[in-house]
């Protein structure tokens, strides 16, 4: 079989009813216990264990304890469960989905080899009766000979919002299934030349992709969907923000026939839910960690700065800090991007930006040269708020802020991965006050403000019962106007400023 090329090739391209509603909130990302034996419980496959052994993931994480035997429960008499999964980003969700998918996948080929095996002794059983020779097996098609490239006809398909991300997923499927025997991976992406994604569809079992190029592909009948039997919609939120509720509503039609349909969210907010109502069963209801519990290993800290040059003065101080092993610094917009990467790269800094107007050749190169360790400091906008995993992100620094507060989730959520501390430094000048109010009721919890010695704020900080008024009533509860008269400075001051 082919399984291994498509990896490699795959490697390349790296570069609502409340009643069904299981109302858990489980903290993440942590894995609950530690006598290896969680995921060999849930009955999963043995090619699988041994891939999640070679990942050391011993045990799994609460979104996958929850997830995988739901996602797993398919009998006769009742059709595969739906799934409606509100999980953090760094929670583990990929392999919560992934595994489950898998598996079944997995067990379909093995069955269907076991029936072509017992088919073909039966034919030479008959064979011998006859009293004629036994009929050789027909020579297999070499999977790799361009002549025998048929569409795709995936039986898993993985929906994306953005090419970050999907190739971020497709390499941790690439990772779940490298003791698997043909089952092969592909990742559908805008900006790749459509005759290698095609060469690179071939055979596929399980389509990673971004919606778009997708449905290209599709329509141009070099992809297939009929035989699809899992859809599964990761960021469904980021999804609908980017204009993408058209094309779902194409792929759920053209994959109408599908068993299971899983969608992952950070929230539930009603659009999720319309959605949902949409495009699945009954599904059942899962809340995994809430904005509000996420990220308890990542310790967030605000900065008050008095203007534009104030902040460059403290993130150059901090980006000082020999304890950052590497950081990725948030830009508002795409020319703030560039003109902050140019500008630290122009101060000594091993620096680069990233954000959507750069080719993606260019993009894949930069993330990859970040997880190889040959770049420092990724300047990035909102789009590697999602999908960039890599763990030795020690930083992750808001220089310009979020226009949503939950990509401020999402942006700290590159720190603090696989089990480790990370550290989130916001900047903020006073004007910007109220966006941070806002962060605070999306998180529920304060930001605690600190100042460096030499480089404090000559304004006058924000203060309790200072911060503007807001319009309606806050949808998080809680208000944290006052937040900041409790915000003693628990963090350790630094010493100071450098550079
Ligand atoms: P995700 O939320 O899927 O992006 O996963 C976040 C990080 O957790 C990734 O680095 C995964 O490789 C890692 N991870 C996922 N599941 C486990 C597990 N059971 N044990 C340890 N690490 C895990």
Redesign the pocket.
Known sequence: MTDLNSHALAEVVLDTSDDNSIATTVAS?K?TAVDGSGFVEMGLAPELLAALRD?S?????PV?VRAIPLALQDNADKPANDLLVSSQ???????AFLLPVMHTLLQQQKQAEKAENKAWAEKVAQAVERGEEAPKKPRRKNPTDTRHVKPANPGALILCPTRELAQQVAK?AIDLVRHCKGLRIACVVGGMPYPLQIARLHNADLVVATPGRLLDLQRSKQLHLDKVQFLVVDEADRMLDLGFAEDLAEVHKLTEKRRQTMMFSATFAPRIQQLAARIMRTPQRLQVDSPQEAHVNIKQVLFWADNQQHKRKLLDHWLRDTTIDQAIVFASTQIECDALAEDLQQVGFSAVALHGALSQGLRNRRLQALRDGRVQILVATDVAARGI?V?SISHVFNFGLPMKQEDYVHRIGRTG???RDGLAVTFAEWRDRRKILDIEHFTQQPLRADMIPGLEPTQRAPRAGAEPKRFGKPSGGRSYAGAAAKRGSGFKPRGPARG
């Open positions: 990302p894995p990942l993931f011993t045990q799994p994480t996958q980003t760094g929670s583990g969700k990929t392999a941790d995993d763990p991965r696989a089990g």
